[in-house]
């Protein structure tokens, strides 16, 4: 079983950053693939950015340079670094983790973007 737990989420202005920090628990995240999803309101749940175990990060299109996913093994802590923020950002952004074929969530936390 793995816990996860986001944090960093808030209001910010367009342009703005952003830090979104998941601390894993009940397993290293030094095996997983870790990754961001969000979801705005009456959307679909997509994917922001992927982490692989061996240091291969992949973005969503929409992300273009803007966002840049690290981890911490030692910390067991997975990043999401956000700059040049715009309202069409505004969404719950998820933690995922995967091991093999199971898949785990954080609860989410709310980024909002004013224009």
């Known amino acids: 079983q793995v816990q996860l737990v986001e944090s960093g989420g808030g209001l910010v202005q367009s342009g703005g950053s952003r830090r979104l920090s998941c601390r894993a628990s009940?397993?290293?995240?030094?095996?997983?693939?870790m990754g961001w999803y969000r979801q705005a309101p009456g959307k679909q749940r997509e994917l922001v950015a992927t982490h692989t175990p061996n240091g291969i990060a992949n973005y969503a299109d929409f992300v273009q340079g803007r966002f840049t996913i690290s981890r911490n093994n030692l910390e067991n802590t997975v990043y999401l670094q956000m700059d040049s923020l715009k309202p069409g950002d505004t969404a719950v952004y998820y933690c995922?983790?995967?091991?093999?074929?199971?898949?785990?969530w954080g609860q989410g936390t709310q980024v909002t973007v004013s224009s």
């Open positions: 009940g397993r290293t995240i030094e095996i997983l693939t």
């Open positions: 995922h983790a995967r091991l093999f074929t199971l898949d785990y």
